[in-house]
């Protein structure tokens, strides 16, 4: 069974650029999970999908980032413009229930705004 | 009093050696305590979890110790080997209905590295 997979594995772009990162989740699973781990800090929530609803998007920084998902299948993360704060890893996570903490995680998106 | 505190931030171990991990949280409300391991170019995946009403889980190498009181609670790994190397993030969260959890709050990570 395939697990979470995330494109691209590492973007490098410059301030004020536009990036669009994609997530597919495990087949069959509804909640899908966006998290974003900035440099040696913690691991924090971005905001949760069941099926192609935002169930809970309190994590999210501002409004240069914007979530989709598809017919509740993929899920893109945009975020313009972009600035130097939003270099981390983002990781998608995905479960069959809102069990959040048993999600399967994606290798995650190494983001470098330059 | 959403943030989960953990110490240390790198831990160096002799092959065979005890590892040990600690976090904190001032949250009462927090009533599932999970910990995750990542290797290197992997995302975070469940290692073990605990509720407050037990003071101790072991799965094999792997043992969660929980003191409710304190609300500290930590990851010993005993014998541990260099294949354990990796990223240990402590986590807490609250469970809202049978089949779903709150948003998962992280610690900072401790990165372990066990030498032969």
């Known amino acids: 069974e395939a697990g979470v997979t995330q494109f691209p594995s590492h973007s490098v772009i410059e301030k004020g650029q536009t990036v669009t990162l994609r997530c597919d989740p495990i087949?069959?699973?509804?909640?899908l999970y966006w998290y974003r781990r900035v440099m040696g800090k913690e691991i924090k929530f971005l905001l949760h999908f069941v099926k192609e609803s935002k169930q809970d998007e309190s994590g999210m920084p501002n409004n240069r980032f914007l979530a989709e998902r598809t017919g509740g299948t993929y899920s893109t993360l945009k975020v313009q413009p972009a600035e130097l704060e939003d270099s981390g890893v983002y990781f998608c996570?995905?479960?069959?229930?809102?069990?959040?903490?048993?999600?399967?995680f994606g290798q995650g998106t190494r983001l470098t705004v330059v | 009093q959403q943030q989960v505190k953990q110490s240390p931030q790198s831990l160096i171990v002799q092959k065979g050696g005890i590892s040990i991990i600690n976090c904190a949280y001032e949250?009462?409300?927090?009533?599932?305590f999970p910990w995750y391991q990542q290797f290197p170019g992997k995302g975070p995946a469940l290692l073990i979890a605990i509720r407050p009403d037990v003071s101790e889980k072991k799965e094999g190498r792997f043992t969660i110790s929980f003191n409710k009181s304190a609300k500290q609670f930590s990851l010993h790994i005993m014998d541990s080997q260099p294949g354990d190397s990796a990223t240990y993030f402590c986590?807490?969260?609250?469970?809202?209905?049978?089949?779903?959890?709150?948003?998962?709050?992280f610690g900072p990570g401790t990165s372990l590295s066990v030498i032969p």
């Open positions: 087949s069959g699973h509804d909640n």
């Open positions: 986590a807490a969260s609250i469970q809202l209905s049978k089949t779903s959890y709150d948003k998962v709050i």
């Open positions: 949250n009462t409300a927090f009533d599932y």
């Open positions: 996570a995905s479960s069959q229930w809102a069990v959040n903490t048993e999600a399967f």
